[in-house]
Protein backbone atom coordinates (compact mmCIF):
# COMPACT_ATOMS: atom_id res chain seq x y z
CA UNK A 1 0.00 0.00 0.00
CA UNK A 2 0.91 3.34 -0.58
CA UNK A 3 0.31 6.27 1.84
CA UNK A 4 1.12 10.19 0.92
CA UNK A 5 0.55 12.28 4.05
CA UNK A 6 0.57 16.33 3.71
CA UNK A 7 0.98 18.42 6.07
CA UNK A 8 2.12 21.56 7.12
CA UNK A 9 4.39 19.80 10.56
CA UNK A 10 5.86 17.00 8.64
CA UNK A 11 8.13 15.78 11.75
CA UNK A 12 5.33 14.80 13.53
CA UNK A 13 4.80 11.68 11.79
CA UNK A 14 7.98 10.97 12.66
CA UNK A 15 7.05 8.12 15.21
CA UNK A 16 5.27 5.83 12.28
CA UNK A 17 9.16 4.73 11.15
CA UNK A 18 8.97 3.04 14.66
CA UNK A 19 8.26 -0.27 15.24
CA UNK A 20 5.51 -2.63 12.99
CA UNK A 21 5.21 0.30 10.67
CA UNK A 22 8.73 1.09 10.33
CA UNK A 23 9.58 -2.75 9.61
CA UNK A 24 6.65 -2.83 6.88
CA UNK A 25 7.90 0.14 5.32
CA UNK A 26 11.61 -1.35 5.00
CA UNK A 27 10.15 -4.72 3.88
CA UNK A 28 8.37 -2.67 1.25
CA UNK A 29 4.70 -3.62 2.44
CA UNK A 30 4.03 -0.07 3.19
CA UNK A 31 5.08 2.99 0.79
CA UNK A 32 4.90 6.06 3.32
CA UNK A 33 5.91 9.42 2.33
CA UNK A 34 5.57 12.85 4.22
CA UNK A 35 5.31 15.63 2.85
CA UNK A 36 5.67 19.40 4.03
CA UNK A 37 2.43 21.41 2.00
CA UNK A 38 5.06 24.38 1.82
CA UNK A 39 6.63 22.96 -1.03
CA UNK A 40 3.49 23.75 -3.13
CA UNK A 41 4.05 27.28 -2.34
CA UNK A 42 6.34 29.49 -4.71
CA UNK A 43 6.17 33.04 -2.78
CA UNK A 44 8.64 34.03 -0.23
CA UNK A 45 7.35 33.40 2.99
CA UNK A 46 5.72 29.98 2.12
CA UNK A 47 2.21 31.51 3.31
CA UNK A 48 -0.79 28.39 3.11
CA UNK A 49 -3.04 29.77 4.88
CA UNK A 50 -5.19 33.46 4.47
CA UNK A 51 -8.19 35.33 6.07
CA UNK A 52 -11.50 34.15 5.60
CA UNK A 53 -14.28 35.95 2.68
CA UNK A 54 -17.33 36.81 4.79
CA UNK A 55 -15.23 37.83 7.91
CA UNK A 56 -14.65 35.63 10.93
CA UNK A 57 -12.02 34.23 13.36
CA UNK A 58 -8.74 32.16 12.38
CA UNK A 59 -7.57 31.91 8.81
CA UNK A 60 -8.25 29.65 6.28
CA UNK A 61 -5.83 26.88 4.36
CA UNK A 62 -5.48 28.65 0.68
CA UNK A 63 -6.48 26.17 -2.33
CA UNK A 64 -3.05 26.53 -4.42
CA UNK A 65 -0.53 24.70 -2.62
CA UNK A 66 -3.16 22.28 -1.88
CA UNK A 67 -4.04 22.04 -5.51
CA UNK A 68 -0.32 21.66 -7.08
CA UNK A 69 -0.18 18.59 -3.89
CA UNK A 70 -3.05 17.09 -5.29
CA UNK A 71 -2.43 17.30 -8.91
CA UNK A 72 1.15 15.67 -8.15
CA UNK A 73 0.46 12.87 -5.56
CA UNK A 74 -3.08 11.79 -7.05
CA UNK A 75 -1.26 12.00 -10.91
CA UNK A 76 -1.80 8.60 -12.22
CA UNK A 77 1.74 7.03 -12.77
CA UNK A 78 3.37 7.60 -16.27
CA UNK A 79 2.42 4.97 -18.53
CA UNK A 80 0.37 2.92 -16.34
CA UNK A 81 -3.30 4.64 -17.44
CA UNK A 82 -4.43 1.71 -15.04
CA UNK A 83 -3.19 2.85 -11.58
CA UNK A 84 -6.39 3.12 -9.50
CA UNK A 85 -7.86 6.46 -8.05
CA UNK A 86 -6.68 7.38 -4.59
CA UNK A 87 -8.62 7.48 -1.60
CA UNK A 88 -8.04 11.12 -0.38
CA UNK A 89 -8.68 11.78 3.52
CA UNK A 90 -9.37 14.96 4.86
CA UNK A 91 -9.58 14.62 8.80
CA UNK A 92 -11.58 16.82 10.47
CA UNK A 93 -14.18 16.85 13.15
CA UNK A 94 -16.83 17.51 10.74
CA UNK A 95 -16.23 14.33 8.77
CA UNK A 96 -17.58 10.30 9.36
CA UNK A 97 -16.79 8.68 12.92
CA UNK A 98 -13.41 6.75 12.30
CA UNK A 99 -14.00 3.19 13.39
CA UNK A 100 -12.35 -0.18 13.22
CA UNK A 101 -14.85 -0.99 10.14
CA UNK A 102 -13.69 2.07 8.34
CA UNK A 103 -9.62 0.86 9.01
CA UNK A 104 -10.82 -2.73 7.62
CA UNK A 105 -12.16 -0.60 4.45
CA UNK A 106 -9.28 1.57 3.77
CA UNK A 107 -6.46 -1.18 4.85
CA UNK A 108 -7.74 -2.50 1.17
CA UNK A 109 -6.88 0.51 -0.74
CA UNK A 110 -3.68 0.51 -2.93
CA UNK A 111 -2.92 4.52 -2.56
CA UNK A 112 -4.17 6.41 0.31
CA UNK A 113 -3.60 10.51 0.45
CA UNK A 114 -4.24 12.21 3.61
CA UNK A 115 -4.52 16.51 3.80
CA UNK A 116 -4.14 17.32 7.21
CA UNK A 117 -5.74 20.83 8.19
CA UNK A 118 -4.59 23.34 10.19
CA UNK A 119 -6.15 26.70 11.29
CA UNK A 120 -10.03 26.76 10.91
CA UNK A 121 -10.25 24.89 7.88
CA UNK A 122 -9.33 24.05 4.15
CA UNK A 123 -11.03 26.06 1.43
CA UNK A 124 -14.31 24.15 0.62
CA UNK A 125 -13.36 24.02 -3.26
CA UNK A 126 -10.43 21.76 -2.16
CA UNK A 127 -12.74 19.24 -1.85
CA UNK A 128 -14.99 19.67 -4.17
CA UNK A 129 -11.40 19.30 -6.68
CA UNK A 130 -10.04 16.28 -4.97
CA UNK A 131 -13.30 14.22 -5.92
CA UNK A 132 -12.22 14.77 -9.82
CA UNK A 133 -8.65 13.03 -8.70
CA UNK A 134 -9.90 10.30 -6.00
CA UNK A 135 -12.73 9.14 -3.52
CA UNK A 136 -12.55 11.66 -1.12
CA UNK A 137 -13.64 11.46 3.04
CA UNK A 138 -14.14 13.50 5.67
CA UNK A 139 -12.90 11.60 8.67
CA UNK A 140 -13.08 12.11 12.06
CA UNK A 141 -11.71 10.48 15.06
CA UNK A 142 -14.23 11.44 17.28
CA UNK A 143 -16.19 13.99 19.20
CA UNK A 144 -13.41 16.40 20.27
CA UNK A 145 -11.46 19.17 19.01
CA UNK A 146 -7.96 18.88 18.32
CA UNK A 147 -5.64 21.84 16.89
CA UNK A 148 -5.16 19.89 13.62
CA UNK A 149 -5.02 16.66 11.52
CA UNK A 150 -1.84 15.48 12.22
CA UNK A 151 -2.43 13.56 15.83
CA UNK A 152 -5.76 11.86 14.05
CA UNK A 153 -3.64 10.88 10.96
CA UNK A 154 -1.38 9.43 12.95
CA UNK A 155 -4.14 7.70 14.87
CA UNK A 156 -5.69 6.43 11.45
CA UNK A 157 -2.59 5.17 9.40
CA UNK A 158 -1.73 3.14 12.73
CA UNK A 159 -4.93 1.57 12.59
CA UNK A 160 -5.38 1.08 8.98
CA UNK A 161 -1.58 -0.06 8.72
CA UNK A 162 -1.90 -2.84 11.04
CA UNK A 163 -4.45 -4.43 9.16
CA UNK A 164 -2.28 -5.10 5.92
CA UNK A 165 -1.13 -8.24 5.58
CA UNK A 166 1.95 -8.67 6.88
CA UNK A 167 2.55 -6.13 9.02
CA UNK A 168 2.06 -7.68 12.07
CA UNK A 169 3.61 -10.96 12.90
CA UNK A 170 1.29 -12.88 14.34
CA UNK A 171 -2.20 -12.53 11.95
CA UNK A 172 -4.25 -14.35 14.92
CA UNK A 173 -3.44 -10.94 17.14
CA UNK A 174 -5.68 -9.23 14.89
CA UNK A 175 -9.17 -11.60 15.62
CA UNK A 176 -9.29 -11.48 19.18
CA UNK A 177 -9.00 -7.84 19.58
CA UNK A 178 -11.27 -5.03 21.21
CA UNK A 179 -13.96 -4.13 18.43
CA UNK A 180 -13.21 -7.18 15.78
CA UNK A 181 -15.97 -8.87 17.03
CA UNK A 182 -17.77 -5.90 18.32
CA UNK A 183 -17.18 -6.49 22.06
CA UNK A 184 -14.59 -5.09 24.10
CA UNK A 185 -11.88 -7.60 24.99
CA UNK A 186 -11.60 -10.22 27.85
CA UNK A 187 -8.93 -9.70 30.24
CA UNK A 188 -5.50 -11.26 30.39
CA UNK A 189 -3.59 -12.52 32.76
CA UNK A 190 0.01 -14.15 32.75
CA UNK A 191 2.98 -15.36 35.47
CA UNK A 192 3.14 -15.22 38.62
CA UNK A 193 -0.69 -17.16 39.10
CA UNK A 194 -0.70 -15.27 42.56
CA UNK A 195 0.97 -11.46 42.72
CA UNK A 196 0.09 -9.65 45.75
CA UNK A 197 -2.48 -11.97 47.16
CA UNK A 198 -4.51 -11.48 43.74
CA UNK A 199 -5.52 -14.77 42.29
CA UNK A 200 -5.77 -15.55 38.53
CA UNK A 201 -9.06 -16.42 37.94
CA UNK A 202 -8.54 -20.23 38.15
CA UNK A 203 -10.52 -21.43 35.13
CA UNK A 204 -7.61 -20.17 33.06
CA UNK A 205 -5.09 -22.18 35.21
CA UNK A 206 -7.55 -25.47 34.67
CA UNK A 207 -6.37 -26.89 30.88
CA UNK A 208 -10.39 -26.79 29.83
CA UNK A 209 -10.30 -25.32 26.57
CA UNK A 210 -13.51 -24.84 26.24
CA UNK A 211 -14.96 -23.68 29.13
CA UNK A 212 -12.20 -20.61 29.13
CA UNK A 213 -13.80 -19.65 25.51
CA UNK A 214 -16.52 -19.46 27.37
CA UNK A 215 -15.72 -17.56 30.52
CA UNK A 216 -13.89 -15.03 27.96
CA UNK A 217 -17.21 -14.67 26.11
CA UNK A 218 -19.02 -13.85 28.87
CA UNK A 219 -16.63 -11.29 30.25
CA UNK A 220 -16.24 -9.47 26.84
CA UNK A 221 -20.22 -9.65 27.07
CA UNK A 222 -19.84 -8.17 30.81
CA UNK A 223 -17.55 -5.59 30.19
CA UNK A 224 -19.12 -4.07 27.05
CA UNK A 225 -22.53 -3.48 28.69
CA UNK A 226 -20.87 -1.86 31.88
CA UNK A 227 -18.50 0.35 29.66
CA UNK A 228 -20.11 0.20 26.64
CA UNK A 229 -23.34 -0.62 26.25
CA UNK A 230 -23.96 1.71 23.00
CA UNK A 231 -21.86 -1.35 21.11
CA UNK A 232 -24.68 -3.83 22.08
CA UNK A 233 -27.45 -1.95 20.16
CL1 LIG B 1 -9.82 14.31 12.31
N1 LIG B 1 -9.37 16.71 13.26
C1 LIG B 1 -9.44 17.66 14.21
N2 LIG B 1 -8.88 18.84 13.99
N3 LIG B 1 -10.06 17.47 15.36
C2 LIG B 1 -10.61 16.28 15.55
C3 LIG B 1 -10.56 15.25 14.62
C4 LIG B 1 -9.91 15.51 13.46
N4 LIG B 1 -11.20 14.18 15.10
C5 LIG B 1 -11.62 14.53 16.30
N5 LIG B 1 -11.28 15.80 16.59
Not at 193 to 215: D, F, K, M
Request: proline share 7%; hydrophobic share 35%.
Amino acid sequence: MRIDVVSIFPTYFDGLTLSLLGRAQSTGILDLSVHDLREWTSDRHRTVDDTPYGGGAGMVMKPEPWGLALDELAAPAETVSETPRPTIIFPSPAGEVFTQATARDLATREHLIFGCGRYEGIDERVFEYAADLGEVRLISLGDYVLNGGEVAVMAMVEAIGRLIPGVVGNPESLVEESHEDGLLEYPSYTKPSIWREREVPPILLSGNHGAIATWRHEQQLERTRQRRPDLLG
